[in-house]
């Protein structure tokens, strides 16, 4: 059974940074590709980034590319999310997921059952 425990969201400034951890068990975390996927109130899942099982190549939603990085600790089965320069338009429960979309590019949705409950980041001033 595939499980993951999000972590490090909450309020900052604009400007501001936040790292979001995820902790995963039940399968061999080392495996797998791994995900990062955003929701906004009434929106879809949007895919936000991506990194392969080695965790040597790392995929980035337009939005995300230059302030946000995907990170990843097999030996501790954590998936991270390095947030900078944090805008308004970034406040949304941010989740880990199993695998990545088949096509990453610009406004990308990323639906999958794989995944944890969250952790709520807010960018408010």
Known sequence: E????????????PGGSLR??????????????MSWVRQHPGKGPEWTSSI?????????????EGRFTISRDNTKNTLYLQMNDLKP???????CAEGRPKYMDSGALY??????QGTQVTVSS
């Open 2 to 13: 595939f499980r993951f425990v999000e972590s490090g969201g909450g309020v900052v400034q």
């Open 20 to 33: 979001l951890s995820c902790v995963a068990s039940g399968f061999t975390f080392g495996n797998y590709d």
């Open 52 to 64: 392969n099982s080695r965790g040597d190549d790392t995929y980035y939603q337009d939005f995300a």
């Open 89 to 95: 338009e970034d406040t949304a429960l941010y989740y």
């Open 111 to 116: 639906d999958t059952s794989r995944r944890g």
